[in-house]
Structures are given as structure tokens and as C-alpha cells.
């Protein structure tokens, strides 16, 4: 009787414990899912172009993967030391263990001493809570059970290292060992493995830097543990025991250029989906180095402003400079301020500043594509206009009273002369130039014959795109940040330049030699720089609210500006020849100590001649010859390229 009561007390028992198990494993088998088909938030990291970190971009997590084969195999011997020696041996739960910790907690009358093995402690960082309640103590166990069936212990592992929290906003093994020691897993030490594999238990407490006390010792007792199954010799052990490493306090983002991370994250966010959370490897064309050269400059340039004018705001004050390749659009640097951490609204690309005379270049460069030549002469006298709102609009040059009669358009440029330049806009007809700007790309530009001096607003980067057609020997290229990038799972994305044609390469090449004459004998003096060719243009908007100097050498495009916040005017003094022209030459000198092999010549494109004229020689092309004057006629020759053309004698 008493063994068939018994039997059938084993039977309930053996059902009951089977219901129970099938209970709780309907409420979790879908929740498997989340450690099997395992996609954890991760951290994209932006590099600049010489594979340095500038910033991590995250939303909740920063974790950064990392997969089994690339961890050390002494960082698993710790783990496993200190949290589940027998890991390799039990199927999920350490039965010895939990019954040791059951007769604990019966003695202390609670929960008193935990149980878990790696694999437990994984599907409760996964799937469930830390809270301490049977239930979910049996879920777990169950969960445990059923995940070792599913994976191997090495994948269990690479799973449990990239999810736990390992204390300062670090989520994974790999993301902690380059923040705390700013190292990659194979150049950690023992004693670094070791405080590493000590946090999950108490992150807070034993967190490095805050406690780092707490967490040598926490990291002791892990070798100490290693040592004592043998897994360690005498003297590794003391080795390790006696080292100290250094600890770094980063920050988690690590922004190092938090102007340009902004617009990276922009430009990334039209092509990248989940761009905070699917771990890509983005590759910027930025160079730090450079970057921090522009943002020198810039703020040497500010303090200039300052020091002229003690009555200046110096908290409305600010500036912007973008530096590119002109010839694909790459973007090297942008400083969108003088300080992000006072204000991060980005001036290099965000704001809308009238460009004043730095604009006149690209009338003349349409006047060149109509067949106008550099010696060509115009009017700079005064004429009223009708700007088309049948209001009389009477231009003056920066000198009021000052007119040269008929210059060429290469003096007029040098010269920076308002009156030559409106005439000549209004001369190759206001429309049909303001049709061409469009079709190269100006936005919003209305037509009004204004804007041949720069009564059209843009921003230092866009504005970069419309100067690039002069260096890029008329090839316009849109500034872009991104080279390529890289999803966690190897798919590389590669970001080509967006270009245009916007004129022929000898009709550029005038312009550059016009510009050039304006560095070196007209506004922009001040933006000379010894050993290489320099060819630009000052702006200077309305009562001194703007000052621009656009500059370029045959590899880089430089946009500087300065202006107030508010749009006030700035000192009458404060020029784009005074106050943005030396911030170039500035930071031109910089970058040639730093890259002494740039290039320092402008090439010359095929289709441009030289000739006298007047006694000098002067350039031409069969788009804009030379022009015919009373003293000269002309007899026909051949160009060098075969090519018929005009020669002056």
C-alpha cells in the first residue's frame, strides 16, 4: 500500500513538475528568439580619412560587437574563473551550485546567494528581469536549459560579452577595453581582462573610475581565482596582481569634431537606415589634423576682431570656415563656430549670409563664356537701374566718389569695382546670367541684377560647391563628407561626387588668373602665402554684416566668413580683406608645414594661349580671344594645337 501511495505521489509529482515546465516555457519559447537571431543595438563609429576615431554615434546602447574568434582566450579563462568555472561541463544550470545556494538562502531566510551560470545570466540580460521571484527564477532555469540546446558554448559566450553592462555607459567587452583603456581586446593585459570580466557583477561599484580601488581588488580576486585552479603560474600570477593600468575617463561619444558629427549624421541619415543602432563604419574624407588647423585659425581670426574693436560682442561675434577638395568635394575640415559647446548651431552650413563682392567672380566668368576676354574693357561709371520693382537703384563703388571710366575686366576684378561689375551684369543681359547661375546649381537666387555684388545669401559650404567650378577647372562639385561606409554585416556603401559642367576648363583657368591678381595685387593681399599660388576674392556685404574671402590653391578650396549672430553690422574696418583674408593665409601656412608635398602650381588646360598685348603678355582662349583695337589689326596664324587663331602685332 505505501509503495503504490508512493509510487503515485512520484507520478503527480513527475506531472505536476511537467506542467509546470510546460507552463512557464509557453510564456518564453518566443522570447528565445531574441538570443538566438541575436541583433543587438550597436554603435556606429565615424573615422576621419586616416582611419581615426572621431566619434561614436549611439541611442540608448554603446556597444561595439565583437565576435568570438577575435576574443583572447585568457579573457575567457577569466570569465569563467570567476563566474562559471564548470561553464564548459553543465547543460545550462549548475546543480550542485543551486543547491548549495538553496541550504543559503534557507539559513538567511531569503535570497542570500545566487546560483547563475553564464547561461542564465545571459537570458536574464536578454529576456528578463533582475528581480528576484521564483517565477522568474524558473523561466530562467527553463530558458537556460532549452538555450544550450540551441547554441554552442562558444556562441552562448560571444552573446553574453556583447550584452552585458560592463559600467560607464559601456555595453559589451569590446566597447569597455576601448574606453577604459583605449585599447583593442588583444592588447589587453591580465590584469586589464581581469577588472574587465569583474564588472558585470556590480558595474557601478567596481566602475574604474570611479572606484578604482574597489576594482583592483575585484580584479585580484579574479587572478587570485585563475591561480588557485591552476590555470595561471606563480609568476604571471604576481605579475599581474602588482600591475596598475591606466584608466581613461572618455567620454562615450569621444566627439572630436562635434560640428562636422553633426553633419555626418545628416548626410548619413538620406542613405543609412538605423543609423544609431545598426553598428555602421562610416569613413569621412575629414582629416582631424586639418580640422583642428581650421579651427585655430578661425578663432585666432575672431580674437583679431576683438582686439581691433573692445566694444564688439564677442557672444554675437562668430565665424565659419570650410576647407574641400575643389576638384571631387570632398570636405577636409568645417568649423561651424568659434565654440560648439556655447552654441552648436552650425554657421559653416546652416546659416544664410549675403556673400557681398566675393560673388563677382562668377559674372565674370559668364561674361568670359560670352565671349568676353579678360582685356575686354567696361564701364565703371555711375547709371541708375531699374532693380525691377520700379524703384531706381543708383550703385556706388566702395569709394563713393571714385570711377575709373572704361578698366579691363581684370583690373575691374582686382579692384574689386561695383560700377564695372553692374554694368557689365547688366550688359550680358540680368536674366539669362541668373538662368545660367540656376542651372548650375544657385538656389533661391532671384532675378535682380543686385546680385552681381552679392545681394545672394548662402552658406560657406554651399557656397564651396559654386567655387569649386574655378579650381575644378569648371567642374562643379557638391561638398560632401562621406567616402563610404560599412554595415556590420561587410555591406559597403561608397558615396561618389555629385558633379556638374558649369564651363570649359581654359575658360576657367582665366578666371584663376584673373583671381590670382587679386591676391597678389589687389583686396586680398593679406592672403598671400609664400611658395605657392593662391587665387581668391574678397566679399564684404552691407554695412560690414558679412566678411568673406574665398581662396583656393591647386588642391584646396578654403571658404572663411565673420559676422554677427544678430546680422548687425560689424566695424567699418572689418573687411573680408581684413578680417577673413589672413585667417586663410593663416591656416594655408599651417597646412603646408604639415603637408609640405601639396601641390603649388595651378596646371594649365589645353586651349589656352599666351600673346603680347599692350606690351604684356596676356592670356586668351578661341572662346574669348583677345579684343581688336584701333591700333592693332589683326593677321591670322596657327595655334600651337593646329588650331586657327589671332596674333597682334
Not at 16 to 41: C, L, W
Not at 603 to 614: D, N
Amino acid at each position: 500500500m505505501f509503495i503504490r501511495m508512493l509510487f503515485s505521489f512520484i507520478v503527480v509529482c513527475i506531472f505536476a513538475v511537467g506542467g509546470i515546465f510546460i507552463y512557464f516555457y509557453t510564456e518564453v519559447k518566443h522570447d528565445m528568439d531574441s538570443i538566438i537571431n541575436y541583433r543587438p543595438q550597436l554603435t556606429t563609429k565615424i573615422y576621419d580619412v586616416n582611419g581615426r576615431l572621431i566619434a561614436n554615434v549611439f541611442d540608448e546602447y554603446n556597444r561595439v560587437y565583437t565576435r568570438y574568434e577575435d576574443i583572447p582566450g585568457r579573457l575567457i579563462e577569466a570569465l569563467v574563473a570567476i563566474e562559471d568555472t564548470v561553464f564548459f561541463e553543465h547543460d545550462g544550470i549548475n546543480v550542485e551550485a543551486i543547491l548549495r545556494a538553496v541550504i543559503k538562502d534557507i539559513q538567511a531566510g531569503g535570497f542570500a546567494q545566487g546560483a547563475s551560470t553564464l547561461t542564465q545570466q545571459l537570458v536574464k540580460n536578454i529576456i528578463l528581469s533582475s528581480e528576484k521571484k521564483i517565477d522568474r527564477k524558473i523561466k530562467e532555469v527553463i530558458l537556460a536549459l532549452k538555450l544550450e540546446n540551441e547554441l554552442t558554448k562558444e556562441e552562448i559566450l560571444e552573446r553574453y560579452l556583447n550584452e552585458v553592462y560592463f559600467g560607464h555607459g559601456y555595453y559589451g567587452v569590446r566597447t569597455a577595453a576601448n574606453g577604459y583603456f583605449r585599447k583593442e581586446l588583444n592588447e589587453l593585459t591580465l590584469k586589464e581582462m581581469a577588472i574587465l570580466v569583474g564588472l558585470p557583477k556590480a558595474p557601478s561599484s567596481y566602475d574604474p573610475t570611479r572606484h578604482l580601488d574597489l576594482s583592483l581588488s575585484r580584479a585580484n580576486r579574479v587572478i587570485e581565482r585563475m591561480y588557485e585552479i591552476g590555470w595561471i603560474g606563480r609568476s604571471e600570477y604576481e605579475l599581474a596582481t602588482a600591475e596598475e593600468p591606466t584608466i581613461y575617463d572618455d567620454s562615450l561619444t569621444q566627439n572630436k569634431a562635434p560640428y562636422v558629427v553633426d553633419e555626418v549624421i545628416k548626410e548619413a541619415n538620406r542613405f543609412l537606415p538605423d543609423l544609431k543602432t545598426a553598428g555602421y563604419e562610416i569613413y569621412t574624407s575629414v582629416d582631424l589634423d586639418v580640422q583642428v588647423m581650421a579651427r585655430e585659425a578661425l578663432i585666432w581670426g575672431y580674437n583679431e576682431i576683438l582686439k581691433r574693436n573692445k566694444d564688439a560682442n564677442e557672444s554675437v561675434l562668430n565665424g565659419a570656415i570650410t576647407v574641400t577638395n575643389p576638384h571631387n568635394g570632398d570636405v577636409i575640415a568645417a568649423v561651424g563656430g568659434v565654440d560648439y559647446a556655447k552654441s552648436n548651431f552650425n554657421r559653416a552650413t546652416q546659416t544664410n549670409r549675403q556673400t557681398g563682392s566675393s560673388f563677382k567672380p562668377f559674372v565674370y566668368q559668364a561674361a568670359l563664356n560670352e565671349h568676353y576676354s579678360p582685356m575686354t574693357e567696361i564701364p565703371d561709371v555711375p547709371r541708375a537701374f531699374n532693380d525691377g520693382s520700379n524703384k531706381v537703384w543708383k550703385p556706388t563703388n566702395y569709394n563713393k566718389h571714385e570711377f575709373y571710366g572704361y578698366i579691363t575686366m581684370r583690373e575691374a576684378l582686382t579692384k574689386s569695382r561695383n560700377l564695372a561689375t553692374v554694368n557689365l551684369m547688366d550688359a550680358i543681359g540680368t536674366k539669362e546670367t541668373i538662368d545660367k547661375f540656376r542651372e548650375a546649381g544657385f538656389k533661391n537666387m532671384p532675378y535682380a541684377l543686385s546680385v552681381s555684388l552679392g545681394s545672394w545669401g548662402t552658406s560657406p559650404l554651399e557656397y564651396s560647391k559654386h567655387y569649386s567650378m574655378f579650381a575644378g577647372f569648371g567642374i562643379s562639385s557638391t561638398p560632401k563628407f562621406i567616402k563610404s561606409a560599412k554595415s556590420f554585416y561587410g555591406d559597403e556603401t561608397v558615396f561618389m561626387p555629385e558633379q556638374i559642367k558649369v564651363s570649359q576648363p581654359e575658360q576657367a583657368y582665366l578666371m584663376i588668373d584673373m583671381m590670382r591678381d587679386v591676391v597678389n595685387k589687389g583686396t586680398a593681399t593679406r592672403a598671400k602665402v609664400k611658395d605657392i599660388e593662391v587665387a581668391g576674392k574678397t566679399g564684404t556685404s552691407n554695412n560690414n554684416i558679412d566678411a568673406w574671402f574665398c581662396g583656393y590653391t591647386p588642391d584646396l578650396l578654403v571658404i572663411v566668413w565673420y559676422g554677427n549672430d544678430d546680422y548687425t553690422p560689424m566695424r567699418y574696418v572689418e573687411v573680408g580683406g581684413r578680417s577673413s583674408a589672413p585667417v586663410f593665409a593663416k591656416f594655408m601656412n599651417s597646412y603646408l608645414e604639415r603637408f609640405p608635398e601639396t601641390t603649388r602650381r595651378f596646371s594649365v588646360p589645353e586651349g589656352v594661349y599666351y600673346r603680347k598685348f599692350k606690351g604684356e603678355n596676356q592670356l586668351f582662349t578661341k572662346i574669348s580671344p583677345l579684343p581688336v583695337t584701333k591700333n592693332l589689326a589683326p593677321r591670322e596664324y596657327n595655334l600651337d594645337d593646329g588650331t586657327t587663331g589671332a596674333e597682334y602685332r
